[in-house]
């Protein structure tokens, strides 16, 4: 990987980042770009906020739409994926006895949002149980469907999982959650700028994504799609002044959730100087080749921790990052052990009984980094009893 492109982050030099996934990290174009636009908002902040913002967050929202490929006024700009599913959740009326079914490998902080509305209501959230290892996309799907009920009112599915960081057959999901009549949300937050994505063909209902992650944008910038003909029934998570609006603009779903007050919207502006960024250093090819070397290391990672697989080491699977199993009995003291002794970022994560390890793959890694942890497990390995075999 080139070093013109590893010199354009801001990490610190001194730490082998291999948790992209987390929370991303901003090129230095678009982290300049943020800065601009938060001076310019504390120069002048009645414009900035009430005049030349919003002309500003139309701009972005049209240069997300086209890297998405939805229209314009079809997303609005939140802070973070939990955000989007809190939105969605919150004007999603549960009856009792309705079902939500998902996987029991989404995210955790989606997981409790959909048990805190699913409890008020008296309804299931249903994490159909996904045992490894996966073969195909088709045992996937057979082995989701098998939660499906009479009672089923939407699937909500990740695009790429977070913990175990799968590549999950959402198209094929989404096809055929529609022969059910039951509606889709995906949960993109690792999606946009790992793969391409194109919501007009998914044809998902709901989808939340991060721009903050993988398309290298200031922290804090998210977005919410949702399909035209059920935007009205996505109610404000904070109502404002976009509520019954004294100058309503075309969009109700605009209005609603777009207009929140006093906040710093710089974040939602550097989507635009992100997609730039990707378009102009043939990001495509980057991707391609960090999934590479996502792959070329994953035998040896599990070699060194006598683990299997998950699934096939292949692109129907994979992106930019591998998760595997990980025999521990104190993964948060391994994680900063990793850290704190060998200067690794990268995270031991709880999925229910089941710890994984978790490497991201970005453009500024090489093979010195996956070879600085393959020799530090072994260490851990030799030298603790922190991590079992």
Known sequence: MTNNLSSQFLLNSHI??????????????????Y???????????????????????????????????????????????????????????????????ATDIEYGACDKTW?????????KYVRQKIKFPLTTKEDFIEQFFKGLTAKTKMVFISHITSTTALRLPVEEICTKAKEYGLLTFVDGAHAPGQIP??????????????????MMTAKGSSFLYVKKE??????????????????????????Y????????????????????????????????TCRELVKNNAHSILN??????ICPINDNFLVQMYSTRIKTKEPEKLKALLYDKYKIEIPVMRQDDTIFLRYSVQVFNTQKDLDTLANALKDIIATTNLIEL
């Open 16 to 33: 082998t980042f291999l948790n992209f996934g987390s929370f991303g990290a901003a090129v230095k174009p678009v982290f300049e770009k």
């Open 35 to 101: 800065q601009q636009y938060q001076l310019e908002l504390e120069q002048e902040p009645v414009q900035f906020l009430a005049v030349r913002g919003l002309q500003y967050l139309q701009q972005s929202r049209k240069a997300l739409s086209e890297y998405i490929h939805c229209h314009e006024d079809d997303i609005v700009y939140i802070t973070n994926p939990s955000y989007g599913v809190n939105m969605v959740a919150k004007s999603f009326h549960l009856q009792a006895g309705d079902e939500i079914l």
């Open 115 to 123: 048990d805190f509305y699913c409890e008020k209501a008296g309804a």
């Open 197 to 214: 994505l194109n919501l007009q063909t998914l044809q998902a209902d709901f989808y939340t994504g991060a721009c903050h992650k993988w």
């Open 230 to 255: 059920l935007q009205h029934l996505i109610e404000p998570l904070v109502v404002s002044w976009g509520y019954k609006a004294l100058f309503p603009s075309h969009s109700q779903f605009l209005d």
């Open 257 to 288: 959730h777009q207009m929140q007050g006093t906040r710093d919207i710089s974040a939602f502006l550097t989507v635009p100087t992100a997609i730039k960024f990707m378009q102009e250093n043939n990001w495509e090819n980057v991707a391609a």
């Open 304 to 309: 060194i921790l006598q683990a299997t697989p």
